[in-house]
Each structure stands twice: as structure tokens, then as C-alpha cells.
């Protein structure tokens, strides 16, 4: 007797990933603009990490966070687009059964795992402006390393179960995946099995670990923002609110790029297929870029710690 994990890989042993299915043609034109953004992604991190590690000045608890923030966007860069290029360079359409759910569990814990990350920097920042006196007691590098292993170990072990049960299922359906990536939603649908309880488990999981992060980011800016409003000192409230300029504009780009996934995947029906897939693929792009950029440009402390870099090469 086989079981159905068994099954399932006995009737399939890899997918094809079928990238813009009415706008093929056209890949090659878009796989120019999507290389220069890979690139500067990973540059820009590499480059903000580098900078953090040689720096003395900045080996600071919200610097090790940024640190950490980078390391995610470089891991979810690389699981994703180099495979996305290869289906456009070489018609590399393939995908092993076990790489796909790979892929799968690698951009369903990490995404979590990045908002979970502005969430503690959000308390970060908290700290600094309603507790400041007790930040240096609060916010210590035994924190950010409890910080650490929390983000990392909470959503893995929670995003853990969406591939395996996709895994489980039996695909006799086909093995033609119609989008660039794994996504659960497109794999699971090839299945013959009933997919109702991996949906809901994805759909309850995912809205509660990125829900209970948003609210409580959402939560440490109201408290800081009525701190900053009782300041009466002139120019202190402008002080105050740009030590959290660059946190907040990334966390702003973080949900309102997610709520345009949401909503373009939530309309499918109503608008091209093509649609979502891209912006899927911008969604695990863009805001590896963006994110170092925008601390580059607005903290002047790495601004400097990179001009000293570039002095030293």
C-alpha cells in the first residue's frame, strides 16, 4: 500500500512554472529591468551589511535589527528571482517537487518573519521616544538576539505546515504551475484532493502572525505619536519624529505593497492573470531594494559609516 505522500510524489517528480501565460512573448524585455533590481537589491543590502559589520559606531541594537531586516530581504531575493530570470533567459521552466516546496516555505515563513521584524523595531523606536532614560537598560544586544530567534523560530514553525500539507496532497491534475513561483494558492489547485483545510490553514495562520504585528506596530506609533505631541520644546517634536522617519516609510511601502497583492488576488477573476504574477514578483523585489536605500538616504549615521567604507576600498 502507498501512501499519499508517496503517491503524490510518484505521479509527479517536478512542475513547470509557466511565468505571464497570455504575455510570453515579452519576458525577455521584462527580465532587463527585473535584472537591474535584483542587483541593486542585492548590492544595496550586502553593502548596508558590510557597512554595520566594519563600523564600530554602528554596532548598536537597531542597527543588528536593520542587520537582520537585510538578511531576510537577501534570502527572499535569492529563493525567488534567480529562478524567475532562468525562466526568461533560458526557458528553465522546471522545478523539482521538493525545490517547489522549498520555495514555498522559504516565502510564506520569511515574509512573516520580515513583518514580525518591523514589529520589534517598531517597539524599538517606542522605547526610544517614551522610554528613553530606560532604552540603554531595554534595548540591549541580549535583546535583539531574543528578538532574533523569536521573528525566526515563531513563523517558521508556524508557516511550517502550509508545504507540508500542499506536499501531501495527491497532484493528478497536471504538473503545469501557472505562475513564476510556488505559491500554495497555485500549486494546490493542481491537486485532485480536497484543499479546503490547506487554504484555511494558510489564509488563518498567515492574517494571524501579519495581523498581530500590524496592530501592533500600529499600537507603538499611537503611543509615540501622543508622547511627541505633549513635547512643548521647540523643535522636539521634529526631532522625535524623524528618528522614526525611515521605519515608518518602509513599514508604510511593506503594507501597502502586501494590500495590493491582497486585493489584485482577491479580484483575479476580474482582471488578467498576468496581473498578480507580476506583481508577486515585484512584492518579493522592490522592498529588498527600497528598504536599505531609504535607511542609506535618511540615517546620517550610515550614510557616514558607507562614505567611510568607500574611503577604505
Same mark, same amino acid.
Given at each position: 500500500?502507498?501512501?499519499?505522500?508517496?503517491?503524490?510524489?510518484?505521479?509527479?517528480?517536478?512542475?513547470?512554472?509557466?511565468?505571464?501565460?497570455?504575455?510570453?512573448?515579452?519576458?525577455?524585455?521584462?527580465?532587463?529591468?527585473?535584472?537591474?533590481?535584483?542587483?541593486?537589491?542585492?548590492?544595496?543590502?550586502?553593502?548596508?551589511?558590510?557597512?554595520?559589520?566594519?563600523?564600530?559606531?554602528?554596532?548598536?541594537?537597531?542597527?543588528?535589527?536593520?542587520?537582520?531586516?537585510?538578511?531576510?530581504?537577501?534570502?527572499?531575493?535569492?529563493?525567488?528571482?534567480?529562478?524567475?530570470?532562468?525562466?526568461?533567459?533560458?526557458?528553465?521552466?522546471?522545478?523539482?517537487?521538493?525545490?517547489?516546496?522549498?520555495?514555498?516555505?522559504?516565502?510564506?515563513?520569511?515574509?512573516?518573519?520580515?513583518?514580525?521584524?518591523?514589529?520589534?523595531?517598531?517597539?524599538?523606536?517606542?522605547?526610544?521616544?517614551?522610554?528613553?532614560?530606560?532604552?540603554?537598560?531595554?534595548?540591549?544586544?541580549?535583546?535583539?538576539?531574543?528578538?532574533?530567534?523569536?521573528?525566526?523560530?515563531?513563523?517558521?514553525?508556524?508557516?511550517?505546515?502550509?508545504? *507540508? &500539507?500542499?506536499?501531501? +496532497? /495527491?497532484?493528478?491534475?497536471?504538473?503545469?504551475?501557472?505562475?513564476?513561483?510556488? $505559491?500554495?494558492? %497555485?500549486?494546490?489547485?493542481?491537486?485532485?484532493?480536497?484543499?479546503?483545510?490547506?487554504?484555511?490553514?494558510?489564509?488563518v495562520a498567515g492574517w494571524s502572525l501579519l495581523g498581530s504585528d500590524l496592530i501592533l506596530?500600529?499600537?507603538?506609533?499611537?503611543? *509615540? &505619536?501622543?508622547?511627541? +505631541? /505633549?513635547?512643548?520644546?521647540?523643535?522636539?517634536?521634529?526631532?522625535?519624529?524623524? $528618528?522614526?522617519? %525611515?521605519?515608518?516609510?518602509?513599514?508604510?511601502?511593506?503594507?501597502?505593497?502586501?494590500?495590493?497583492?491582497?486585493?489584485?488576488?482577491?479580484?483575479?477573476?476580474?482582471?488578467?492573470?498576468?496581473?498578480?504574477?507580476?506583481?508577486?514578483?515585484?512584492?518579493? &523585489?522592490?522592498?529588498?531594494?527600497?528598504?536599505?536605500?531609504?535607511?542609506g538616504v535618511r540615517t546620517k549615521e550610515i550614510k557616514q559609516g558607507i562614505q567611510n567604507?568607500?574611503?577604505?576600498?
Amino acid at each position: 500500500m502507498i501512501s499519499s505522500s508517496n503517491y503524490s510524489t510518484a505521479l509527479v517528480c517536478e512542475f513547470l512554472l509557466i511565468c505571464f501565460p497570455n504575455f510570453q512573448s515579452w519576458q525577455h524585455w521584462l527580465s532587463l529591468p527585473l535584472s537591474l533590481l535584483f542587483l541593486l537589491a542585492m548590492g544595496a543590502n550586502i553593502t548596508l551589511l558590510i557597512t554595520i559589520r566594519m563600523e564600530a559606531s554602528l554596532h548598536e541594537p537597531m542597527y543588528y535589527l536593520l542587520s537582520l531586516l537585510s538578511l531576510l530581504d537577501i534570502v527572499l531575493c535569492l529563493t525567488v528571482i534567480p529562478k524567475v530570470l532562468a525562466i526568461f533567459w533560458f526557458d528553465s521552466k522546471s522545478i523539482s517537487f521538493s525545490a517547489c516546496f522549498l520555495q514555498m516555505f522559504i516565502m510564506n515563513s520569511f515574509l512573516t518573519m520580515e513583518c514580525c521584524t518591523f514589529m520589534v523595531m517598531a517597539y524599538d523606536r517606542y522605547v526610544a521616544i517614551c522610554h528613553p532614560l530606560r532604552y540603554p537598560s531595554i534595548i540591549t544586544g541580549q535583546f535583539v538576539a531574543r528578538a532574533a530567534t523569536f521573528v525566526i523560530t515563531r513563523n517558521a514553525l508556524f508557516s511550517l505546515p502550509v508545504p *507540508i &500539507l500542499s506536499a501531501r +496532497l /495527491r497532484y493528478c491534475a497536471g504538473n503545469v504551475i501557472t505562475n513564476c513561483m510556488c $505559491t500554495n494558492s %497555485s500549486v494546490s489547485k493542481l491537486s485532485c484532493d480536497d484543499i479546503t483545510f490547506n487554504r484555511l490553514y494558510q489564509f488563518v495562520a498567515g492574517w494571524s502572525l501579519l495581523g498581530s504585528d500590524l496592530i501592533l506596530i500600529v499600537l507603538s506609533y499611537a503611543f *509615540i &505619536l501622543k508622547v511627541v +505631541l /505633549r513635547i512643548k520644546v521647540e523643535g522636539a517634536v521634529v526631532k522625535a519624529l524623524s $528618528t522614526c522617519g %525611515s521605519h515608518f516609510t518602509l513599514i508604510l511601502f511593506f503594507s501597502t505593497v502586501l494590500l495590493v497583492l491582497v486585493f489584485t488576488n482577491l479580484a483575479r477573476e476580474k482582471i488578467p492573470p498576468d496581473i498578480p504574477i507580476l506583481l508577486n514578483i515585484l512584492h518579493h &523585489l522592490i522592498p529588498p531594494a527600497v528598504n536599505p536605500i531609504v535607511y542609506g538616504v535618511r540615517t546620517k549615521e550610515i550614510k557616514q559609516g558607507i562614505q567611510n567604507l568607500l574611503r577604505r576600498l
